[in-house]
């Protein structure tokens, strides 16, 4: 899936959707992507300033409707979807007992649904053309389980877990799939996090929920930029064979996943806790 400004047109230029480029990683894969020769296709549930590097297009990912037509607009336009890359998501914070069941379905409908949707959506095109890639935007916290964000820990779990079997069910039509698994990146996750309408009150939480979180984002602000995903986004559409999942972000952060499956299991927690100041 090679691609280039100078040797491609516009009319045989591999066609990618990437969902959640307002802002953050979707918009730094948008822009990468088609700086690269990629004919970029940029959804997101609010009208987005129109840009001469990828096409916007509104879509929530919410929305079976939405999502149905946006995916017939590109087939309708190029003929063909050559990469997913999806993206959009929501953070929902605030302690397991601090949550409603209404604010634990956001989080999953967005995330989790809005991921199940869009996949669904564009196999027929994939699998009828017998190829194409897949990635699926999961997190370091799709792998382990974060206090106070559990419920977002939850819903990417789940995108793992359903990417995984994915995988080996598209593998027979040249479908790839791939998971990404960030850590903390600056964008506008953080400004946009939404907190629990009980964490907010006299929660029996609520001090220590906002000592942990203040620690989160704190880390995610000094994060480095998403231009590095953007980039690993690119160097995965190329690849023939690639991984099944791909880190990203600080050097302990890409650790931790294997932390977690070499040391022992309460020595790991322990240091989790003490990072996150767990009393």
């Not at 047109?9 to 969902?19: F, H, K, R, Y």
């Not at 879509?59 to 890359?85: C, F, K, N, Y």
């Amino acid at each position: 899936m090679s691609a280039s400004l100078h040797t491609r047109t516009e009319g045989d230029a591999p066609v990618v959707l990437i969902t959640g480029t307002s802002s953050g990683i979707g918009r730094a894969c948008a822009f990468h992507l088609a700086r690269s020769g990629y004919r970029v296709f940029g959804a997101s549930r609010q009208p987005q300033c129109p840009s001469a590097n990828f096409v916007p297009l509104v879509m929530d990912v919410t929305d079976d409707d939405e999502v149905r037509e946006g995916v017939a607009r590109i087939l309708d336009e190029t003929s063909r979807i050559d990469a997913l890359i999806n993206n959009a998501g929501i953070g929902i914070a605030g302690a397991i007992e601090d949550c409603s069941i209404d604010e634990v379905k956001s989080q999953f409908e967005t995330n989790f649904f809005g991921t199940f949707r869009v996949c669904k959506a564009v196999l027929p095109a994939m699998r009828t053309r017998r190829t194409g890639i897949i990635i699926n935007m999961s997190s370091i916290a799709g792998v382990v389980g974060l206090p106070y964000q559990a419920i977002y820990s939850a819903s990417k779990f789940a995108i793992e877990g359903m990417t995984e079997g994915l995988r080996m069910e598209v593998r027979s039509f040249g479908i790839r799939v791939v998971l990404i698994e960030p850590g903390d990146f600056k964008t506008n996750f953080t400004l946009n996090r939404i907190k629990t309408r009980a964490s907010q009150r006299e929660s029996p939480y609520r001090d220590q929920f906002h000592r942990t979180l203040s620690i989160m984002e704190k880390d995610e602000l000094n994060g480095p930029a998403p231009d590095a995903i953007a980039a690993q986004v690119a160097r995965i559409l190329q690849m023939k064979s690639p991984r099944p999942r791909y880190t990203a972000g600080t050097r302990l952060q890409q650790l931790a996943p294997a932390a977690k499956k070499l040391l022992p299991t309460s020595l790991f927690y322990r240091m989790l806790g003490a990072i996150y100041e767990i009393e």
